[in-house]
């Protein structure tokens, strides 16, 4: 026991550091996303997530955006827990047959103007679960969707920014 705590106190920690991180582009960006909203909706953007049945690495992704480095609320971006109250529904993961009625409940819940945005590899198309008996497929072939995110799973900053193009897309 001695000789491992004493090898700790001595050698380095085998995890990577991480990598720099741009606090200033991901202010702008999140600036950029509610002050869309606001000219879109005349209010910040309400969002709800659905995990139609994800490996929950996208989930991950997207907890992130409300850790204390994102801290996506200070600029007014909030995740809500109802689809009543939501703007955008941000689906994650194949839909599998378990989840379909679900999230078939949940997009005629959520009032309109609504978008759907598609999560995640799984969420475009079932990625790795695609052909599986369990899912139905990819979101749009259950609800219509009005954006992708692709990556497996993206990266926070590439949900904002996906989240920034649909509503700088949708006004236009
Ligand atoms: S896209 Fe990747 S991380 Fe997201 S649910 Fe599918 S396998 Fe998991």
Redesign the pocket.
């Given at each position: 026991m001695r000789k491992i705590i004493f090898k700790s106190l001595v050698q380095a920690p085998l995890t990577e550091k991480p990598p720099a991180a741009d606090a200033a582009a991901l202010a702008e960006l999140a600036q950029r996303l509610d002050q869309a909203a606001r000219q879109r909706l005349g209010r910040s953007l309400s969002i709800r997530q659905v995990d139609a049945g994800?490996?929950?690495?996208?989930e991950l992704e997207i907890h992130a955006l409300n850790n204390a480095f994102y801290d996506l609320e200070r600029f007014g971006l909030r995740f809500v827990a109802s689809p009543r109250h939501a703007d955008v529904l941000l689906v994650?993961?194949?839909v599998t047959a378990n989840m379909r009625e679900a999230l078939e409940r949940t997009y005629r819940a959520t009032p309109g103007p609504k978008w759907v945005v598609a999560?995640?590899?799984?969420?475009f198309d079932g990625?790795?679960?695609a052909g599986s008996y369990a899912c139905v497929g990819g979101v749009s072939a259950v609800v219509p969707v009005d954006l992708h995110i692709r990556?497996?799973?993206p990266s926070p900053t590439a949900l904002l920014g996906g989240l920034l193009a649909l509503l700088e897309h949708s006004a236009e």
């Open positions: 994800s490996c929950n690495g996208c994650t993961g194949p999560v995640g590899d799984c969420a990625g790795v679960f990556g497996c799973p």
